[in-house]
């Protein structure tokens, strides 16, 4: 049996739904605005015009969102500040560019003023979607935020820590891959979308990513089959589901491919951004890898000699603009001289870790680099201690901190190690990072929380980069 494609959202009766519901409500509004605005508030929760949105790429002036709309006719995007200092007055933005192949709308608001928190809507032809959304601008120069972090979540998946890192509100949620857990062997978008559908669908993950800026990368599970790497021949459908529907910062990696009539970018999604003082570096780990078992060890690579380049260069500005801190989001397990020979992780890219350690050392980044890193469905901390790479150095050099955070909702499962704090074999764990910055002086809190919202024990780095 051949299945039906789902290139064009779909939904039983939906659509014929909203169409009748909008020719009512162009001649009821004229006899009975209230009864009529009931009737349609009725019908956008039987179905939803909308069917998600959610905001990602905040900067300390602008946010950019991403919505899926089921229905043809206009749409846009009603932002007002969270105090409601302008509600007579809304944003009214267009959407940037049509819709995706399955009506995913663009809304890019710019001009916005710094550390103020702002509410959206989405609005289409029959009416404005009661669901609200809602993000806060950066602030530009010295700035305290906390974010929560992690991976790694069945498909779909409604458990309780999504409502309990949404209840921290968080500035955004850095999420480190494993969105899905679709294992999808072609190259056929319709996959990666309804993939992501199910999740964006989810009652509490939805919510979470309405309240949450997202800040997403994909792992192996939701880029192709399992231990996926750059030869997957899902590559190609990855990137492009991810570019159409995540509101992700700059990807400047990515190009679109000369003598390919109607092709969009290919590349790696690797972004860098600034919170406040603070600069986050976000690789892709799977786009451009190299099998991790092929015959010439020294070859191997993780990120592919652009993504390598583009990674040195960002590094190379943290340093030259004296960044006081540096996180970089890395998807996969550093350390793991305890999984010798395991192929987890960066242990069989040694060559590449140990050149990348290297710069880290030369740059004088080590003491204020911390890696935040998922895969391993555990929590963990390493202070240093076991996490420094760099080669001719003496055992007990210290490297940078390193912080896993998983799963969210999934089995559970130790990767790599040894971890100075010890680790937390759990399910339904996450990590939260608080950045305290005086103007002066930064300190960053690192807690790994359970299912409860509660620290850990053990858990817990206080770290004052120099």
Not at 38 to 59: F, K, N
Not at 160 to 183: E, Q
Not at 278 to 300: G, L, M
Not at 411 to 418: I, L, W
Request: hydrophobic share 40%; aromatic share 8%; proline share 7%.
């Amino acid at each position: 049996m051949t299945r039906r494609r789902r290139d064009v959202p779909t939904r039983a009766g939906r659509r014929a739904v909203l169409a009748r519901a909008a020719g009512l409500a162009a001649a009821g509004l004229a006899i009975d605005p209230a009864g009529t605005g009931r009737l349609l508030a009725a019908v956008q929760r039987a179905a939803p015009a909308v069917d998600w949105m959610w905001s990602g790429a905040i900067t300390s002036g602008s946010a950019r969102i991403r919505a899926r709309v089921t229905i043809e006719g206009p749409v846009r995007l009603i932002v007002t500040r969270a105090d409601g200092r302008d509600a007579a007055s809304p944003r009214r933005i267009a959407p940037t560019g049509p819709p995706s192949t399955d009506g995913v709308h663009t809304f890019d608001a710019d001009g916005l003023q710094p550390d103020t928190a702002y509410r959206y809507a989405v609005e289409t032809a029959v009416g404005r979607d009661e669901r609200t959304g809602h993000f806060r601008t950066f602030a530009d120069g010295p700035f305290s935020f906390g974010f929560a972090f992690g991976s790694c979540a069945t498909t779909g998946s409604n458990n309780a820590i999504f409502d309990v890192i949404r209840g921290r509100k968080p500035h955004f949620l850095l999420h480190l891959g494993d969105f899905h857990y679709a294992n999808i062997p072609v190259d056929e978008p319709w996959r990666f979308r309804d993939a992501s559908n199910r999740v964006l669908r989810s009652p509490r993950q939805s919510a979470l990513y309405r309240e949450a800026p997202i800040v997403y990368v994909y792992d192996d599970h939701d880029f192709g089959p399992d231990d996926a790497d750059g030869m997957s021949v899902t590559k190609g459908a990855a990137q492009r589901v991810y570019r159409e529907r995540v509101p992700h910062y700059p990807t400047p990696l990515s190009a679109v491919p000369a003598g390919v009539p109607g092709a969009g970018p290919h590349g790696p999604i690797a972004q860098a951004f600034t919170v406040g003082r603070a600069r986050f570096i976000v690789t892709d780990t799977r786009s451009e890898r190299t099998p991790p078992r092929s015959a010439d060890a020294a070859s191997r690579t993780m990120l592919g000699h652009p993504q390598r380049q583009w990674f040195v260069d960002e590094l190379t500005r943290a340093a030259d603009e004296k960044a006081p801190v540096v996180f970089w989001g890395n998807s996969v397990p550093w350390i793991t001289k305890e999984d010798a020979g395991s192929g987890q992780g960066w242990e069989p890219y040694a060559r590449e870790r140990a050149e990348i350690a290297g710069t880290i050392s030369k740059l004088g980044l080590t003491s204020r680099l911390i890696m935040l890193s998922g895969d391993a469905h555990m929590a963990a901390i390493d202070d240093g201690t076991n996490s420094n790479y760099v080669e001719g150095t003496a055992p007990s050099t210290r490297g940078f901190v390193v912080i896993q955070a998983a799963p969210f909702s999934r089995f559970t499962r130790a990767k790599g190690g040894p971890y100075s704090h010890g680790r937390s074999i759990r399910n339904h764990q996450f990590g939260w990072v608080e950045v305290k910055d005086t103007g002066s002086a930064i300190t960053v809190e690192l807690t790994a929380r359970n299912q409860a919202g509660l620290m850990i024990p053990g858990l817990h780095l206080t770290v004052k980069p120099t």
